[in-house]
């Protein structure tokens, strides 16, 4: 059975930092794609930034610069440095590994952002 636990989330002033943490369980996670994405209230969920087999990092226009996505596949987790937060990363956000076409998600974690 295939488990992603997150943590990290919480709430931080404007200009503030988080790191949010995913750790899986039941899968090869280094045959993974792995991403974290968000869902704010009233939106659709959307991709915030993914690391592919092929290693090619990928991230949202309205984060690039400011998150960062990592993984270490030793302790099968992948993480999401946030810094410099604004009011409109407010949102729950989910952690994702895809394989063979199937997908896996997180419980979510959410993250609030105080202007």
């Known amino acids: 059975q295939v488990q992603l636990v997150e943590s990290g989330g919480g709430l931080v002033q404007a200009g503030g930092s988080l790191r949010l943490s995913c750790t899986v369980s039941g899968i090869i996670f280094s045959l993974t794609t792995k991403g974290w994405y968000r869902q704010a209230p009233g939106k659709q969920r959307e991709l915030v930034a993914r690391i592919g087999r092929d290693n090619i990092f990928t991230y949202a226009d309205s984060v690039k610069g400011r998150f960062t996505i990592s993984r270490d596949n030793a302790k099968n987790t992948v993480y999401l440095q946030m810094n410099s937060l604004e009011p409109e990363d407010t949102a729950v956000y989910y952690c994702?590994?895809?394989?063979?076409?199937?997908?896996?998600w997180g419980q979510g974690t959410q993250v609030t952002v105080s202007s």
């Open positions: 994702n590994v895809l394989l063979n076409s199937r997908d896996f």
